[in-house]
């Protein structure tokens, strides 16, 4: 069983930055497929960025080129570095991944395991 536990959340003002982290235990990390997805209160959990075990990364439209997934594999840890922040982005934000090589990166049902999410809040 792995266990993913999300950091870094909180409030910051439109413009800002903010990093989260998620912290992976119990299973080899390094072959995980991991993504971000976020839900805004009164709307459904939304895909934000994914990384492929080989580094691969693809990003929403919304946060493309303002958000930066990454990892690293000898600190079982996945990375959201997140600038230029709207009000639009605040949500909870929750990490999740799976050991299968192939899917659709985008889709809740693709992965496997999810941490219980941590929130950023974007003032205008």
């Given at each position: 069983?792995?266990?993913?536990?999300?950091?870094?959340g909180?409030?910051?003002?439109?413009?800002?930055?903010?990093?989260?982290?998620?912290?992976?235990?119990?299973r080899?990390?390094?072959?995980?497929?991991?993504?971000?997805?976020?839900?805004?209160?009164?709307?459904?959990?939304?895909?934000?960025?994914?990384?492929?075990?080989?580094?691969?990364?693809?990003?929403?439209?919304?946060?493309?080129?303002?958000?930066t997934?990454?990892?690293?594999?000898a600190?079982?840890?996945?990375?959201?570095?997140m600038?230029s922040?709207?009000?639009?982005?605040?949500?909870?934000?929750?990490?999740?991944g799976?050991?299968r090589?192939?899917?659709?990166?985008?889709?809740?049902?693709?992965?496997?395991?999810?941490?219980?999410?941590?929130?950023?809040?974007?003032s205008?």
């Amino acid at each position: 069983q792995v266990q993913l536990v999300e950091s870094g959340g909180g409030l910051v003002q439109a413009g800002g930055s903010l990093r989260l982290a998620c912290a992976a235990s119990g299973r080899t990390f390094s072959r995980y497929n991991m993504a971000w997805f976020r839900q805004a209160p009164g709307k459904e959990r939304e895909f934000v960025a994914s990384i492929s075990w080989t580094a691969w990364t693809y990003y929403a439209d919304s946060v493309k080129g303002r958000f930066t997934i990454s990892r690293d594999n000898a600190k079982n840890t996945l990375y959201l570095q997140m600038n230029s922040l709207k009000p639009d982005d605040t949500a909870v934000y929750y990490c999740t991944g799976t050991e299968r090589s192939s899917g659709n990166w985008m889709v809740l049902s693709t992965y496997d395991y999810w941490g219980q999410g941590t929130q950023v809040t974007v003032s205008s």
